[in-house]
């Protein structure tokens, strides 16, 4: 990102977004970021088919909300899966992590309503893809 939109995205109450190791201009490749270079940091909720935690890049520790989700349909594996990761601020660090387990996905839906995020969905009948979406949306799950 640069300065001017880091400034930018400081005074409008926004996370500034990482660096070109997290928060890459392609979508397939933010993707390709998140398991494989962001440090998980807390585990909000951790059911079988809904994984929600904070992650932190280790170069510029911009934080994110990841959310999993998966559908388990018993015929043939392969389930539906999908993955969101959304930047957050260090003030809904704070506030996700007191909340935990309590947290809903409606206050989830609410964060990053105007942030890029990627999304990484893997469905039964096709290959997997990653596009950027405007918002958090914690997909369908068991």
Do not use: Y
């Not at 300065?3 to 890459?24: F, H, I």
């Not at 994984?51 to 043939?76: K, N, Y």
């Not at 959304?86 to 809903?104: F, M, N, W």
């Amino acid at each position: 990102m640069a300065d001017d939109e880091r400034a930018k995205a400081a005074t409008s109450g926004q996370p500034a977004v990482g660096c070109a190791q997290c928060w890459p201009a392609a979508a397939d490749d933010a993707w390709r970021s998140r398991p494989g270079g962001l440090l998980r940091e807390v585990d909000l909720i951790d059911d079988f088919h809904l994984h929600v935690m904070q992650l932190a890049c280790p170069a510029c520790r911009q934080s994110f909300l990841s959310v999993f989700t998966e559908i388990v349909d018993w015929a043939g594996g392969m389930d539906p899966q999908s993955w969101m990761l959304t930047p957050i601020s260090a003030t809904e660090v704070a506030s996700l992590t007191a909340r935990g387990k309590q947290l809903s996905e409606a206050e989830l839906n609410m964060l990053g309503c105007d942030r890029r995020t990627p999304w990484h969905d893997h469905p039964k009948s096709g290959p997997p893809i990653s596009v950027w979406i405007g918002r958090m949306k914690v997909g369908p799950h068991d």
